[in-house]
């Protein structure tokens, strides 16, 4: 559905609407090329943490078909999941949740500690695990990609559905293939006249 010019989305809901193609900042939104984009899981694992409390499952993400994959792909990386894996139990996390690993970027996802039904998110650069800043433009922050929003959505699903943490720890998100199979549509979108 294409919106006839002047109309926000939400316009069929609540009336008419200006469209404005400026944040409150004044700066024109730019879209910014985006390149392809297939993930595929490529492992899984349960990680006890060194408090004896503490547990993380992982997810082993690899980004394939692009340029540079040795970036992107875990069997054509350097650093290997047990490199990750050694890295991440000296971290010092502690919760109970999850993990989305690629080889150029972790998330970290626990149940939060001061309120169990929201998910809290940690980045850091897979290498080192040192600290990953995902802010974007605008004020906004990076959510998930296809493959994280995907397993995210499980895990949650997981956790919301089951009555003890050892339920929630017995289940593990079978999604494996994520393809998206146009990265240019938004730029189409919102360069058409």
Same mark, same amino acid.
């Given at each position: 559905m294409r919106l006839a010019a002047g109309m926000a989305a939400d316009a069929l809901f609540r009336g008419p609407a200006r469209l404005?193609?400026?944040?409150?900042?004044?700066?024109?939104?730019?879209?910014? %090329?985006?390149?392809?984009?297939?993930?595929?899981?490529v492992g899984r694992t349960v990680l006890g943490m060194p408090d004896g409390k503490s547990v993380f499952k992982v997810y082993y993400i690899s980004v394939?078909? $692009?340029?540079?994959?040795?970036?992107?792909e875990w069997p054509r990386c350097a650093r290997q999941p047990a490199d990750f894996e050694q890295a991440f139990l000296s971290?010092?996390?502690?919760?109970?949740?999850?993990?989305?690993?690629? %080889?150029?970027?972790?998330?970290?996802? $626990?149940?939060?500690p001061e309120m169990e039904t929201i998910l809290d998110v940690r980045e850091f650069n897979?290498?080192?695990?040192?600290?990953?800043?995902?802010?974007?433009?605008?004020?906004?922050?990076e959510l998930a990609c296809?493959?994280?929003a995907v397993i995210v959505a499980d895990e949650y699903r997981?956790?919301?559905?089951r009555t003890t943490v050892d339920a929630y720890l017995a289940f593990h998100s079978d999604a494996a293939d994520f393809p998206v199979v146009a990265s240019t549509k938004l730029a189409t979108y919102w360069n058409a006249p």
């Open positions: 404005d193609r400026r944040h409150p900042g004044g700066c024109i939104m730019r879209i910014v %090329p985006c390149r392809t984009y297939h993930a595929q899981t394939i078909g $692009r340029d540079k994959p040795e970036l992107y971290g010092g996390h502690e919760g109970v949740g999850f993990v989305v690993a690629f %080889p150029h970027v972790a998330k970290i996802y $626990r149940f939060s897979t290498e080192g695990m040192s600290q990953r800043d995902c802010s974007r433009c605008d004020g906004y922050h296809y493959a994280e997981a956790w919301a559905q």
